[in-house]
């Protein structure tokens, strides 16, 4: 991230839960924002080793201000509240704290800041290296608090606090807590609900596990991929049936649903910081990462299968390179890019290639399937062209970005709150500007683009202009104010739009009747093969 265009920078810290590399990490950045900039930074800490470095300390108790100086000046002071909290927090890990004598009068031996046990070699002295002052300063509080991964809680001193015998979860969540040390804050109360009102998680019925199922696989998304496969099988004028169609549908359904558990099982951690994702079926620990797993290659091999011996190896490969790109480089570039959301949009425009190549359509130009621009006037024979799929996949391309960067600014909040560096949350007028300009290019992709490739007669591009103009109209308003009802309007517009133009398609098709057989031509005119779609196979007469 960069800070350049910064001048003040409010930061929060709490890394009481962090493991020491994670603790590292939050120093490091510090190190940067007070070394390496001019950046007025005002920290909030809730830790000793986030402020040792600071140019000037302010202690807050109740909001009022009991001191205020450098961190020297603070930690020296005798009979201070900065240095008794100093002293209070080295004597809860059980380290002597020597603070507070001149550098000049302590012993040799005593020069570290923090004089840690003799078995633990941390503090100033352990460190070789000519690092700043303050920086080492920081490093001796780090270091001499030893916090293993997953740590568990201290147990409570039972010397001190008599404690009730504990033999179950339920007595030790019932019993009281001890009192913060040398912290005049209430303690946290235990529950009062009783045993009776919880209640046994239940088991993974049929019905319960379709339901994790049906959550793991994002249902209403792995549909709307599904219907958008069925728009490239429909617009092909090579014949169909009812078991490809079938195969087409069962396929594409499942090698979605593995991609979106796999996302999951990626995104768990992160989904659990966030109010909106954090009641998926992994967070709430309805099912295993284990099962899901399964379900997810299950899915992938019975998928997979479908598509290979029901459709053809090109809608197969196109399928699970699909569920690939998503899981595999989609899911991952979305912690660390804007750009993932153009590699999801590849993603969503992959589908109704599928429909297409399952009738045996090519996506490049062939001999039986040659590239031609079907101008008014001009009648051309109604041959599978490779435009038709480019203008399907520009289409779905392009209609994502009004669509998801609407839905993304109204979530914002929730992307930031978990990390993801989107385009909303880091400049939402440029979010707007991308969904407004792929909104003017669906203008040209259905009124010129779609007539040209013969799938659909010329009237098309008149009809299509409505929905063309609702949709930029949607767009404009969105980029000029940039608000969440212009941004909710344009979601639920986009949401209409794409049914509305791939409907209107079907209407202007200009082969009747998809759904049966393509009469057979004469001795010239070239019949395509499904099983092989670049081959040419002409009839012949005995």
């Known amino acids: 991230m960069s800070f350049a265009h910064l001048s003040l920078w409010i930061w929060l810290t709490h890394t009481g839960a962090l493991d020491s590399e994670s603790e590292q990490a939050v120093n490091a950045a510090l190190d940067h924002l007070f070394d390496d900039s001019d950046i007025t930074v005002i920290l909030i800490a809730h830790r000793l080793s986030s402020i040792a470095q600071a140019d000037r300390v302010v202690l807050l108790d109740g909001g009022t201000v009991v001191e205020d100086g450098s961190y020297d000046e603070l930690i020296t002071r005798r009979g201070g509240k900065f240095r008794k909290m100093v002293e209070s927090q080295m004597a809860k890990i059980g380290e002597p704290a020597h603070i507070g004598e001149e550098p000049q009068q302590q012993p040799a031996s005593q020069q570290a800041m923090v004089t840690a046990k003799p078995r633990r070699k941390a503090g100033i002295q352990a460190r070789s290296s000519p690092a700043p002052m303050r920086q080492q300063r920081r490093m001796a509080h ?52 009783s045993l009776e009102t919880y209640r046994i998680v239940a088991p993974l019925a049929f019905r319960r596990l379709i339901s994790v199922y049906s959550a793991l696989s994002k249902r209403n998304l792995s549909i709307l991929m599904t219907l958008t496969a069925t728009t490239g099988l429909a617009l092909s004028p090579l014949p169909t049936s009812i078991p490809l169609l079938a195969s087409l549908t069962i396929g594409t359904y499942l090698v979605s649903a593995a991609a979106n558990t796999f996302n999951q099982l990626l995104e768990a951690p992160l989904d659990a910081q966030t109010p909106r994702t954090r009641v998926r079926p992994l967070v709430t620990r309805r099912v295993s990462p284990f099962h899901a797993a399964v379900f997810g290659v299950v899915c992938t091999l019975l998928g997979g299968s479908i598509l290979y011996f029901g459709c053809n190896p090109t809608t197969a490969a196109l399928g699970i390179g699909n569920l690939l790109l998503y899981a595999a480089i989609y899911t991952p570039m979305k912690r660390f890019t804007v750009a993932n959301t153009w590699v999801g949009a590849v993603v969503g425009a992959i589908t109704p290639l599928m429909g297409w190549t399952a009738t045996g359509g090519t996506l490049l130009p062939t001999t039986g399937q040659p590239l031609l621009l079907h101008w008014p006037g001009i009648d051309f024979p109604s041959l599978p062209n490779p435009l038709t799929a480019l203008t399907l996949f520009l289409l779905l391309f392009s209609w994502q970005f009004p669509h998801f960067n609407s839905l993304s600014h109204l979530i914002r909040g929730s992307y930031a709150l978990s990390g993801y560096p989107m385009l909303s949350v880091l400049s939402p007028r440029l979010n707007a ?84 057989p393509i009469v057979e031509g004469d001795g010239e005119d070239p019949i395509i093969s499904k099983e092989d779609p670049g081959t040419d196979v002409r009839s012949r007469e005995g």
């Open 433 to 516: 500007l991308v969904s407004l300009r792929h909104a003017v290019l669906l203008v040209p992709f259905t009124a010129l683009l779609a007539p040209l490739s013969g799938s659909v007669d010329w009237s098309f591009a008149l009809t299509s202009a409505a929905p063309n103009a609702v949709f930029v109209q949607s767009a404009w308003v969105f980029w000029r104010h940039t608000t969440e009802a212009a941004a909710k309007r344009l979601f639920w517009v986009s949401l209409w739009y794409l049914p509305v133009v791939l409907g209107l398609m079907m209407v202007h098709k200009t082969v009747a009747g998809w759904l049966v």
């Open 142 to 193: 780090t270091q001499a608090i030893s916090r293993p991964f997953f740590s568990p809680h201290p147990t409570p001193d039972t010397h001190r606090i008599a404690m009730p015998d504990i033999t179950t979860v339920y007595d030790a969540a019932r019993t009281e807590a001890p009192a913060f040390a040398n912290l005049d804050l209430p303690t946290a109360a235990a529950p009062t609900a």
